[in-house]
């Protein structure tokens, strides 16, 4: 048993502990630091547990921005996820935020009330329980949950302790629900078994798969594919480009694990991408395309055969599932491995000299300054500050919204390092960043700044949670009165859009309103000392940029998909 199961059984084991003391100690074991949500009469003895556990519970200001809060916390390295709900709207309106945490990865727990068992059927207040919310995941594993449980009895709670044990250790993301009446949870605890001592480890590739994998990298250049399952291999990730001289790609959620400054990196691919990926895979003719932690999916893809080499795929990824569904017609050879670890396995093995030497190209970026338009300032211009102020001029991260927020970030901005650009396009929930971004500076104890668009400030955001804890959250706002990427997109398609433009908002003086600090930018000239005022607060900070509509952000195939959907579908 080691140190942290000991000390859960203790607690557990002790007369006068309550369920919920013991599962505050079970969570606090696995590395969770601080609770996120809003507190209801049906979980009062639950979060007074946090309090008592020193689990520094934050209240939010609606339950889907506690969620966004609690995974990019933990993305960011601040411990496992723990959201606290209430009954009813307080767990459903949580939903958002734990289907985005599951695309993401992240490992986040959700803990809620429920209706008890001698109140149920009886038009309980908020009732939540299987009878009320049949067929919808909430309480069994599902698409919402890896683990899940409604706990009837404290009887319950050393398979549920050993659960969430085992789960927490994956590497790939865990995300549970554990329900909890009010008896429950109040529930005194004696003498229990101690909680299971397995973990959950990624897979060594065998020897011959290995092999397998060498055949076919070394019959001629090879392109490396990153995801964001590779980013915690970002130093293996380099070896292995240096012994095989192959190039690189990334999705838009990889940027960074390989510095994209480096003359072997060709660009990023899918949504937001770079065009210039495939005048190079053309120009190199890569055989074999090495995939690392990615699930090729549309906005990595758009399933484009050219991105694939003649050979086909190596995939590598803890998720065996992923292998073949993007790109069921080509030939996949599938490793289930964790990445870093199936690097050092091939490196061990890889001939000297066995992959063809590829020529270098120099590294084109975009360019970092442009004539401003009469109506603000353009988006070009507003990234190039953000590369000078934010990307090379500080350590701050960035997180970047749903919408033309993340078309700009990814597609302009260039890291050198994993860890500095985060943004959430599986799922794509507006008010992700907006909220997120105060999970991602509480973790790192520093700023961390959120480029959004002003439709998804307005629909979600936690500035006034920001100031209540003082952390110096930064927020960019692209500000053009309407929602911009629907608006564009339908236009790119031909149609004519209507009803997406609102009255533009003030948001310094929202900002100002909700305790924060404020300015407006309305010209390029002002940017870069914004954008360093904001750094060098140290408080809750809102940039109001005010931009320029004229200049189409850089959808790359996404309207020739939305086109082969639509006529598929006819």
Known sequence: MTEAQSVTHEVVARLGATVSDALVEVLTSRGCTRAFGILGGATVPFFSALVRGELAPIHMRHEAGAVFAAMEHELAGGGPGLVFTTTGPGLTNALTGIAAARWEGARVV???ASTGSDRRGRWAFQETDE????NVGLFTKSGWFDYAIAMQSPDELPVVAARLTEGLSRANGFVAHVALPLSVQSADVGPTPPPSTSRTTAPAPAPETIDA????????????WLGYGARRAAPAVRRLVDELDAVVMCSPRAKGIFPESDPRFIGVTGFGGHEGVFEDLARVRPQTTLVLGSRLGEFTSFWDARLVGPRGLV?????PTIFGAAYPRVDTLGVHAEVGGFIDALVARLPRHGVRALRKRSPSHPSTRQASGARGVRPTELMASLQRVIVEGSEAPILSEAGNAFLWTTHSLRFDDPGRYRTSMGFGSMGHAAAGVVGLALARRGPAVAVVGDGSLLMTNEINTAVSLGVPAIWVVLNDGRYGLVADGMSGLGHEPYGLAFEPVDFEALASALGAVGTTVSSADELDAALARAL?????????VRVDTSELAPFGARNESLSNQAKEAG
């Open 110 to 112: 959700v803990v809620s």
């Open 131 to 134: 009878q009320v919310m049949p």
């Open 315 to 319: 995939h590598v990824d803890l998720d």
């Open 536 to 544: 060098a607060s140290g408080r809750p900070y809102v940039v109001d």
């Open 213 to 224: 994998c060498i055949d076919r990298l070394c019959a001629g250049p090879v392109c490396v």
